[in-house]
């Protein structure tokens, strides 16, 4: 078995084990929410005149699993329906599977929060170069300094800033939703075109959040790699600069695939609040209606799925650094 395919099988391995924690951890949270939204929903349906045993039923198909069962039992029906892919019904969209909900929902925050990332991260990675090898002249501090405001600000408010200057005083962008609903679906130019301007707020929320932490941890690495031995020796055989330059910046950036997987998993958190803010149908708007609908089955899901994005992130990441990387490969053979 080659490396590539051994470190996929583990990562794989881990993933499925972490998801099972989450869903664990998720089912219990239902269970023990004030007022046991489950029985509420039984008992409704007994008064409406449904017998006992279709009435259990119909709550197994909005949850997933029975309501009146043991615990053991209701986990076991809910993970049971978790690896056949039902995640029971959505009870704000009757008849609506939460899968399809979900399916729905996440192109809505995939694209932008995928846009952003890169975008960031490419911006980041230039700026941390020239920040480092810069770093005693005005322009290596002005890059300094503005990595370290924008990753100290929250992401929320970020949010809340770029849609009072682009949305209030210079009104420019839409401040909410995902497109105009004047404009027919389809593919078409007026469509697209509402869908980007729309677009614009969240992505830039998202890559000017992470923009700060690239810029820092680029120009900490190249610092780190202007001090290796081939580096000077590079310099001492006359190798020009440009040559030079492509060399730190393809060793510094290395580690930074790391972080790559880091930085999808926060921005994907923070999905939550910057999709609310915008009124973005995403993930994270999602999930916190599902929470002011008492939609449970639609919250576990939402919760779960953005949880499989992340630690998916993480292992793409891996494999990605473990395939660019040569001393990962050797290291790894030589054990």
Avoid: C
Avoid at 177 to 183: A, E, P, R, T
Avoid at 197 to 221: C, D, F
């Amino acid at each position: 078995m080659t490396l590539i395919a051994r470190r996929l099988a583990g990562h794989l391995a881990r993933g499925f084990v972490m998801i099972l924690v989450v869903a664990t951890i998720s089912f219990f949270i239902v269970n023990n929410i004030p007022g046991d939204p489950m029985a509420a929903r039984y008992e409704k349906l007994i008064e409406q005149g449904m017998a006992p045993e279709a009435a259990r039923q119909a709550v197994k198909v909005l949850y997933g699993f029975q309501p009146t069962g043991t615990l053991w039992q209701q986990y076991s029906d809910y993970i049971s329906g978790l690896l056949r892919l039902d995640l029971g019904v959505s009870v704000t969209r009757p008849g609506t599977p939460v899968l399809d909900v979900l399916t729905d929902a996440a192109k809505w925050t995939i694209v932008p929060v995928l846009v952003g990332t890169l975008l960031s991260f490419l911006v980041g990675i230039i700026f941390g170069v020239y920040a480092a090898i810069k770093r005693t002249g005005k322009l290596g501090d002005a890059l300094s300094i503005s990595g370290s405001l924008l990753h100290g600000i929250p992401q929320y408010v970020l949010a809340m800033l770029l849609v009072v200057i682009f949305a209030t005083l210079i009104p420019i962008l839409p401040a909410d939703g995902s497109v105009d609903i004047l404009y027919e679906p389809g593919f078409n130019g007026p469509y697209i075109g509402s869908l980007v301007e729309h677009a614009v707020l969240p992505v830039l929320t998202y890559a000017l959040s992470a923009y700060g932490g690239w810029v820092l941890a680029m120009k900490s690495s190249v610092v780190t790699v202007l001090g290796d031995d081939f580096i000077l020796a590079a310099e001492l055989r006359g190798v020009k600069r440009s040559i030079v330059f492509r060399y730190i910046a393809r060793n510094a950036i290395l580690p930074l695939f790391t972080m790559l997987a880091l930085s999808l998993g926060l921005l994907l958190g923070g999905a939550v609040f910057i999709e609310k803010i915008f009124n973005y149908p995403g993930l994270g708007w999602l999930l916190i209606s599902s929470v002011t609908d008492r939609d449970y089955a639609l919250m576990g899901g939402a919760f779960l799925l953005i949880t499989v994005g992340t630690i998916l992130a993480n292992i793409v990441a891996d494999l990605f650094y473990t395939v660019i990387d040569p001393r990962v490969r050797s290291g790894e053979e030589a054990s």
